[in-house]
């Protein structure tokens, strides 16, 4: 598929109750009364509620229910360079499994907001999307659950293309960032709501919740109401609520965002072991790179709505794509350096490093380009000059507990480094290499 990340693993898994009438859809309820009410990013900076997106049609807006009785879209009239699209209505089907995007772009009025997304996820997977704050990753979500209309390209889940059916008529389910519960209903009742929606019987209702209570811990608190809970247990009920209706895709916005730090860790965990008993297709939003590397089968990394990355945490982690990602997702920084027969020079020729202290092939003639990646463990510190190192100037150093991180200038480029050594800001120290790190082929040398 054209445009699709790089590193996808094709893996097909069974997935129990594969078999079901997939014409049956759960009614996405309630969560979306508190999604349409937050406002929407837009990229050029502008805040504008999501309830002004909204299609307009007989009967359109939210009933006493919560329920989506409209469509949203992001651009009025039919998607760019289509042909008009007969609304509300499923697409042919298409013989690829799992979760298909397909050259997904959406607009903000005249402002894009994603352009040419392709992302595919295979049953059972979890996707997370990362970036910073106006990147996309949440109108991806929207555009997912349908409750934004893509301008461009296609939604397609287990070979439906669902890119014209309305949010109630997908097998979706959505924790968003702030849980959405019901005050006024229990934990008991917060979970069975889309039982209850679905027609589903009380008997069958009571064996599902029950099982679903002890499954995420929740068993004692099943008669409380959201304001009794702590914010660590309001996310379990939401996304046991989300599990409830055995939804195809599972789509969880920022879900530890709202967690004290303390609780992060201990949740993150937490979380990762409810999803990997779910047969669903996970995707998770987060702008935390360690959330997005722990919880994910595959890591899609966004900047100003375009993919840049995408594959699996480990693939990312050991050559991201360019010096965003590396920053970004690695906290690293790409130098370039040029290789010759004697040794690796990287910032202008300031820092002569022997082949011996990095990972990089010796050119068979003459010279090449490359690029060195330096994490903040790639570096020592040392108030001495020695054979391989290179002088530097403390910018900042932050004393956080177990080290110290630095910011060091070399040549007019920042690097971060971590060390357990007393560091002082505005000094000079020479920085040598440790643990062999990577030297990448420069981009422009492979295109050559």
């Given at each position: 598929?054209?445009g699709?990340?790089?590193?996808h693993?094709?893996?097909?898994r ?8 997939h ?47 409209a ?98 008529a ?21 979970i ?85 008993a ?16 722990s ?16 594959g ?5 982690w ?20 040029v290789?010759?027969?004697?040794a ?7 820092w ?47 004393f ?47 295109a050559?």
């Amino acid at each position: 598929m054209a445009g699709a990340g790089h590193g996808h693993r094709a893996v097909q898994r069974h997935r129990p109750g594969a078999g079901r009438d997939h014409r049956l859809r759960p009614v996405l309820r309630g969560v979306q009364h508190q999604l349409l009410h937050q406002p929407a990013c837009r990229p050029d900076g502008a805040v504008r509620p999501v309830r002004r997106l909204l299609h307009p049609a007989p009967g359109a807006g939210l009933g006493q229910d919560g329920a989506v009785h409209a469509l949203p879209r992001a651009r009025a009239g039919p998607p760019r360079g289509r042909p008009a699209h007969p609304l509300d209505q499923e697409g042919p089907p298409v013989s690829e499994s799992g979760l298909v995007i397909d050259d997904l772009s959406v607009d903000y009025d005249s402002t894009r907001a994603v352009s040419g997304l392709s992302l595919h996820v295979p049953d059972g997977q979890t996707l997370a999307i990362v970036g910073p704050s106006g990147c996309g990753k949440s109108t991806v979500l929207r555009t997912i659950a349908g409750l934004t209309r893509p301008a461009e390209g296609r939604v397609v889940v287990g070979g439906r293309d669902l890119t014209h059916v309305p949010a109630s008529a997908r097998d979706v389910g959505l924790v968003p960032q702030n849980y959405a519960l019901f005050p006024h209903l229990s934990v008991r009742g917060n979970i069975e709501y889309g039982l209850k929606a679905r027609g589903v019987d009380k008997v069958a209702r009571r064996e599902a919740v029950d099982r679903l209570l002890a499954f995420t811990e929740l068993t004692p608190l099943a008669q409380r109401r959201p304001s009794q809970l702590s914010g660590g247990q309001r996310q379990r009920v939401a996304l046991a609520r989300a599990m409830a209706i055995e939804p195809s895709v599972l789509l969880l916005d920022e879900p530890l965002a709202a967690l004290d730090p303390q609780l992060r860790g201990a949740m993150r965990r937490q979380l990762l072991d409810l999803l990997g008993a779910t047969t669903s297709i996970n995707v998770i939003v987060t702008h935390d790179r360690h959330e997005a590397l722990s919880m994910a089968d595959v890591v899609a990394v966004m900047r100003d709505g375009r993919l840049v990355q995408a594959g699996s945490p480990r693939e990312l982690w050991q050559a991201p794509a360019d010096a965003f990602v590396a920053d970004f997702l690695c906290g690293a920084t790409y130098v370039d350096v040029v290789l010759d027969q004697d040794a690796v020079h990287a910032f202008d020729g300031r820092w002569a490093i022997p082949y011996a202290a990095v990972d990089a092939a010796r050119p068979a003639t003459g010279r090449a380009r490359g690029r060195l990646l330096l994490r903040p463990d790639s570096l020592v510190l040392s108030e001495h000059r020695g054979t391989g190192t290179v002088p530097a100037l403390v910018r900042h150093a932050e004393f956080v507990g177990e080290s110290t991180l630095v910011t060091l200038e070399v040549a007019g480029t920042a690097v971060s480094v971590r060390t357990d050594q007393p560091v002082t800001t505005g000094t000079t120290v020479h920085a040598g290499l440790a643990g062999r790190p990577v030297a990448h082929p420069h981009p422009e040398e492979i295109a050559a």
